[in-house]
């Protein structure tokens, strides 16, 4: 399956922006998604996850109640929607899906990754 992230770009602290990541190849409903991203000089990190029927989500504590992790199968796109963005948030952002349909915060269990958004928050 291949992935296309974007919804990225430079904004204010407090403010919102919702990243997008769509897939192609596969069958989307087969796989599990997950955001993690990755600051400049520090080791890529989880964000959120999602299962294949968005009945179960998980998010690391830094982000749960500020961002949602969705998901439309019939479009084949997974979505974290970002609020109260804080100059902490500032990463580049990639989605990935992990085979089988659970979710999962580890990044191993991940086979396949989108080339990454960037997300700059200002103070």
């Known amino acids: 399956v291949q992935l296309q992230a974007s919804g990225g770009g430079l904004v204010q602290a407090g403010s919102s922006v919702r990243l997008a990541c769509a897939a192609s190849?596969?069958?989307?409903?087969?796989?599990?998604m997950g955001w993690f991203r990755q600051a400049p000089g520090k080791e890529r990190r989880f964000v959120a996850t999602?299962?294949?029927?968005?009945?179960?989500?998980y998010y690391t504590d830094s982000v749960k109640g500020r961002f949602t992790i969705s998901r439309d199968n019939a479009k084949n796109t997974v979505y974290l929607q970002m609020n109260s963005l804080k100059p902490e948030d500032t990463a580049v952002y990639y989605c990935?899906?992990?085979?089988?349909?659970?979710?999962?915060?580890?990044?191993?269990?991940?086979?396949?990754w989108g080339q990454g958004t960037q997300v700059t928050v200002s103070s």
């Open positions: 999602i299962s294949w029927s968005s009945g179960s989500t």
């Open positions: 190849g596969g069958t989307f409903s087969n796989y599990g």
């Open positions: 990935a899906a992990r085979s089988g349909r659970y979710y999962s915060a580890s990044a191993w269990e991940y086979g396949y």
